[in-house]
């Protein structure tokens, strides 16, 4: 069965320059081994498709049953030159909780 991210994780997120750093924790620990396998830099770069110029670099925080994520390039050159709306990264984490994983009950 496919869930929505946000059904088993929430996120902390901001920024630094061009680079947005998304932080994934796991509700349950039971949940970390899922994250590790569904959530790929590969597969995050993939979801947030052109607004992620750079590459995505994971780094696993078993302790925590986090992963962190950072995404680089994808701030539209960061807070003072960005023409975007709304260019800090916090937005970012929001938007990967609609990422779907499979879960299985």
Do not use: C
């Not at 994780?9 to 081994?33: E, F, L, M, Q, W």
């Not at 780094?59 to 049953?65: A, K, R, S, T, V």
């Amino acid at each position: 069965m496919k869930v929505p991210l946000w059904k088993i994780a929430h996120t902390r997120s901001g920024d630094k320059g061009d680079t947005s750093n998304i932080g994934v924790i796991v509700y349950d620990s039971k949940d970390y081994p899922l994250l590790l396998k569904e959530l790929t830099a590969e597969r995050v770069k993939a979801f947030f498709g052109e607004i992620v110029k750079g590459k995505v670099e994971r780094f696993e925080l078993p302790n925590l049953g986090a992963l962190n994520f950072l995404l680089h390039e994808a701030l539209g050159g960061g807070g003072t030159v960005s023409l975007r709306i709304d260019p800090q990264g916090k937005t970012l984490g929001a938007a990967l909780l609609k990422l779907e994983v499979h879960y299985n009950i």
